[in-house]
């Protein structure tokens, strides 16, 4: 079965690749390197003994995905990746946000609603609950308005994504993730932002390289254990399992309703300061922050309900937040050396 992964060279994109040829699917890798690397490529060949097809295309033309699909008419799946995704960058560019998180997404599913059957797996995310009053979230906790135009985009996808199962024979899933860290066991394979990260982990480990002076913490006074923002932290490999299992589930026709929704975490919240903690343990080493001022964007707390993915999708978690961030911190001094 050919599968299709659309950024499929990014951190979870990549990973996903290794999961889906693990399990004998066929995967064909869109891409346009704006955030990832060609040589991602080679990590999942070594990785897996095969290396996936490989597509250079802008998704944001429309007639380059016109063409793909017809090139490639026979795919069983779509797991759709490809997106914008940094909170803080989206709040100083919406527009570039829109553009690409929205009219590539529309592209994608203008092509598979003229298929006879078309599976999509969308990657969304917690975002999509705003500040949640209660904790932990769980999928039917009610959809507060985006605080930042980068969560915005994964509500509107949403939306997007449920209109066109009702008119068409598109059955979909949507994950909402909560907050993937980490890099594959062999390392192989792990997350390589360009330029200055936008996320907590890869800015710790880059600091503990010595890459950046130190972490900024985004303020301190927040109704937390610490002070400091609390968030899921999941293991990309713990992620990207979920996702063959939930393609698994469309294409053996398994799935109950043409749109579900998995929250996928691990049901368990870590403030910025026991993050840092585990990194100085597993790492041997202290690492230099400073407090600063609260983030536009940013909520205050988010952790998953995880019982639906439990006991729908039978998928579990299998690695903790130490086990996540020594797993990031081998990378970070692998491509550093």
């Not at 062999?186 to 907590?200: A, R, T």
């Not at 919240?269 to 400073?290: C, D, H, M, R, W």
Request: proline share 4%.
């Amino acid at each position: 079965m050919k599968i299709v992964v659309t950024g499929g060279l990014g951190f979870i994109g990549s990973h996903t690749v290794v999961e889906l040829q693990n399990e004998n699917f066929e995967v064909i890798v869109i891409d346009n390197l704006s955030n990832s690397s060609i040589d991602v490529l080679d990590g999942i060949e070594r990785i897996t003994g095969k290396k996936p097809l490989f597509e250079q295309i802008d998704l944001r033309d429309k007639t380059a995905v016109q063409d793909f699909f017809k090139k490639y008419s026979d795919v069983s799946g779509v797991i759709h990746f490809a997106a914008s995704k940094a909170v803080g960058e989206s709040v100083q560019n919406p527009l570039l946000y829109y553009e690409n998180n929205i009219n590539s997404l529309v592209y994608i599913l203008q092509e598979l609603q003229e298929k006879p059957k078309a599976n999509f797996i969308f990657s969304s995310s917690c975002t999509v609950y705003g500040q949640a009053e209660v904790m932990p979230i769980a999928e039917a906790t009610p959809i507060q308005p985006a605080m930042s135009p980068y969560g915005n985009t994964k509500q509107i996808g949403e939306e997007i994504i449920t209109d066109v199962t009702k008119i068409s024979n598109l059955n979909a899933i949507l994950l909402r993730y909560f907050n993937p860290i980490g890099a594959h066991p062999s390392n192989e394979i792990g997350e390589l932002p360009l330029g200055v990260p936008q996320n907590l982990v890869p800015f710790i480990t880059q600091t503990g390289a010595g890459l950046r002076k130190e972490l900024s913490i985004y303020g301190n006074d927040y109704p937390t254990i610490d002070g400091t923002c609390v968030r899921d932290y999941i293991h990309v490999v713990d992620l990207a399992k979920a996702h063959v299992i939930a393609m698994q589930r469309l294409v053996n026709k398994t799935n109950t309703d043409k749109l579900e929704i998995f929250n996928l975490g691990t049901g368990t919240g870590s403030s910025v300061l026991e993050v840092i903690t585990a990194f100085e343990k597993v790492s041997g080493q202290k690492l230099p922050y400073k407090i600063v001022g609260r983030r536009e964007g940013d909520v205050t707390e988010a952790y998953a309900n995880t019982d639906r993915a439990n006991n729908v999708l039978g998928w579990k978690t299998k690695y903790n937040l130490e086990d996540a961030i020594a797993s990031a911190w081998r990378w970070e001094q692998k491509i550093r050396k």
